[in-house]
């Protein structure tokens, strides 16, 4: 899909396309969907930017905690949406060890317990050993510090999936 087919499609067609790209929050796909028609692939991302750098910090905080843990509980039941699944195994995070699996059980509980909203990392990004080198370092970040780092993680998971979506030009319009 081009941009233009994407400025053509109606809003129900359009959350339904992009209502994951950022995880488990359509209400983001919905919101953008009027600021149509968008220049480029680039300006979609803005957007999305935008509405998610107006909301509260407890709306900023409510997209965290819609996140998934990595190598958590919906990955050992196949609950993961589609895009997570496939974000999670690139990371290594389906074939962790025992003894790896467990840290990283243990860490996610620790900063969940201390920021009240989970660790969010764009796996894509990340192999194995940053992801768990960055979750026990981030630990000891403060809540703003660490709700702001979170914001940025979702931003990258979105560009991501935007790019799954939609085809970009030479130009990077
Ligand atoms: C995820 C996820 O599901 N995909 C990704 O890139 N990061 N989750 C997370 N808690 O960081």
Redesign the pocket.
């Known amino acids: 899909m081009d941009i233009d087919a994407v400025n053509a499609l109606p809003y129900e067609e359009f959350v339904n396309i992009f209502g994951n790209v950022v995880?488990k929050c359509p209400i983001v796909a919905a919101a953008v969907w009027s600021r149509r028609p968008f220049e480029s692939l680039t300006a979609v991302e803005a957007a999305i930017s935008d509405f998610i750098d107006a909301l509260p910090e407890s709306g900023k905080e409510g997209i965290?905690r819609c996140?998934?843990?990595?190598a958590?509980r919906?990955l050992q039941s196949g609950t993961?949406?589609r895009?997570?699944?496939e974000?999670?195994a690139g990371?290594g995070m389906d074939a962790l060890s025992s003894p790896e699996a467990s840290r990283i059980a243990r860490l996610?509980d620790d900063y969940k317990e201390r920021f009240g909203f989970?660790?969010?990392?764009?796996?894509?990004?990340?192999d194995k050993a940053s992801?768990l080198l960055q979750l026990s370092e981030r630990c000891q970040n403060e809540r703003a510090v660490e709700r702001a780092r979170?914001i940025e993680?979702v931003k990258?998971?979105c560009r991501?999936r935007l790019q799954g979506l939609v085809l970009t030009d030479a130009t990077n319009k």
């Open positions: 995880e965290l996140h998934p843990d990595l958590g919906d993961l949406t895009e997570s699944r974000e999670q990371a996610n989970p660790f969010v990392i764009c796996a894509r990004m990340n992801i979170g993680e990258k998971i991501l």
